[in-house]
């Protein structure tokens, strides 16, 4: 059975400005998602699902039912604000929905094989997705999934300090923690380092970081509805907390119920979060189609 490839796009973008989702960022207009399609199709990936919100549908079958027909198996997953299909009958106001873990939840009545987990703003690069591919195919279990473990260096900004999930890896390549490091930035000399209240810390310009690619099996989404019921009782008085992968896997891996096989690439990441990062995207994929690494029409 060929994995599924989940793609986070019910985000609202309002860093952005606008839709960046469905924003052209390649020679021919081609999004940021249609990149990692294609590096999903050519991995081996037999689905792929948009989890957005409802009111997006229409807009994405326009955009990618055209492009994708004959090539992959598409469906559309609907994150939106009902608690109830999740067995909690309160009602809880909210200006978005309840985050990145949540979003993989909706999807547990369609998605029945082993998938993976990504970003739509986000550039991965087919590297990741062969080596995700080949995991959840030969390797996953109820009880063994992976992250994809960027190099921090293929991560960083020339224009600035970023926020990094740096992972901390066991001896057997296995993930025991994400620390949230809010300030990493290059040095001077090309050494990276982060600032935290204690003062400079420099960091291996190889340590793993998180960029959000995550592979399970479905038996994470009985695994994490628990875990959100407790969330929202946590959290029904504060509108702007959500319930993020990284919470789902912090618990699995204390409570010794799933590992997290950290799955290291070289491959360069590049992502959009405000407008002014559209020209520093548009020149990576630029390159990268100069380069051969993909053709000027990616669906001609």
Partial sequence: MKPTLLILAAGMASRYGSMKQVDGFGPNGETIIDYSINDAIKAGFGKVAFIIREEFAE??????????????????????????????????????????????????????????????????????????????????????????????????SDYGSVSRGVCAVDEAGNMTEVNERTEVYFKEDGSVAYKDLTGEHPLPNDT???????????????????LFKQFVAANKENPKAEFFIPLVADELIKTGTASFKVIPTAQKWFGVTYKEDKPIVQKSISELVENGTYPSNLWS
């Fill in 208 to 226: 793993r970081v998180s960029m959000n690619f995550w592979g399970f099996t479905p038996a994470v989404f009985d695994q994490s509805l628990e």
């Fill in 59 to 156: 807009n994405f079958k326009t955009i990618f039912e055209p492009k994708l027909k004959g090539r992959i198996e598409t469906d559309y997953v609907f994150q939106s604000f009902d608690l109830e299909p999740f067995g909690i009958a309160e009602k809880v106001e909210r200006a978005k929905p309840w985050g990145t873990a949540h979003a993989v939840l909706a999807a547990r009545n369609q998605v029945h094989e082993p998938f993976c987990v990504i970003n739509a703003d986000d550039f991965y690069g087919y590297d990741a997705f062969k080596k995700m591919a080949d995991f959840l195919t030969t390797e996953v279990a109820d009880d063994k999934y992976a992250i994809i473990g960027y190099q921090i260096d293929k991560t960083l």
